[in-house]
């Protein structure tokens, strides 16, 4: 698989600095049940990279000392990491808001038989990766089968009192594009989505974020072999708008790779682009001079410049994109 980061590093993307940390994004291992093409992380089931309890327990140690509002668990599948449910229960305790971000299928699977009502009874929010509301093109992008099976786990989430609007248990659906275009409006593809998921699955939801694909990884790899990296690459600068900049994710949030490595955002992280305090993509670059989990029990992160490069128009591109979703 080519390698995308040399094509993005050099860059003229606008500086940022860091503010309050208020949400720790953590990736839990790149450990999966599936091999999405639009992957930003290479997940998948031959995948064996996990955080260790050590880390987990520098994780809780850091949501006590820094006070985070929330804790935002990515994978892979975060939910097949040993220590999830550990990690999960002991944020709750802390009053910390949890996210899961949750593939669906991953309800359906053995041994997890569990888990939905763990998540409801914990009361953890479900961000649920659902890239169409057609079987098609969901099994396209995810693979054979796996619109019905993300059917039935959101069927399993809905008894328990997901997605309804007067629970407390919320339940955001994930869009992303099937191929080298950005997201279409938000407002009015969530409205296709409850219709057609309401209509044709009796399927409630809260929100739908949609979220721009990054050319990185396995979805860079792909625009490479099909020689559409470079086009892709001018769609995104020629759809940059500067208001986004306010509302981008590397603000307020810190990136944990499952080694408990830090990064400015999810993205960085996959382009080994750790947060070093230079904002330039090829200043210290290398992992090891970069910040670890224990370097944020003694340490404020607040003012310190934002690593960027090229794959950051992504996020400001058309209506913008973020974790939560398009920003204006």
Known sequence: MRDTKPLLMVSNFPALTRSKLEILQVNLGYTCNLSCTHCHVNAGPKRTEQMDKANIDLVIEILKQHKVQTLDLTGGAPELMPHFRYLVKAARDLG?????????TILNESGQEDLAQFLADHQIEVVAS?????????????GKGVFESSIEGLQKLNSLGYGKDDSALPLNLVYNPGGAFLPPGQVALEAAYKEQLGVEHNIQFNNLFTITNMPISRFGAVLLAQGEFNKYMNLLKDS????NLAGVMCL??????????????DFNQMLEMPLTGHANANEASGAASGYHLRDLLNSDLQGLPIKVADHCYGCTAGQGSSCGGALD
Do not use: F, K, M
């Not at 910390?96 to 669906?104: E, F, S």
């Open 96 to 104: 910390v808001t949890v996210i899961d971000r949750c593939n669906l």
């Open 130 to 142: 659902l890239p169409c509301y057609s079987e098609d093109n969901v099994d396209a992008q995810r």
């Open 240 to 243: 940059y708008s500067p208001a």
């Open 252 to 265: 307020n949030t810190v990136s944990v790779g499952w080694e408990g490595n830090l990064y400015d955002c």
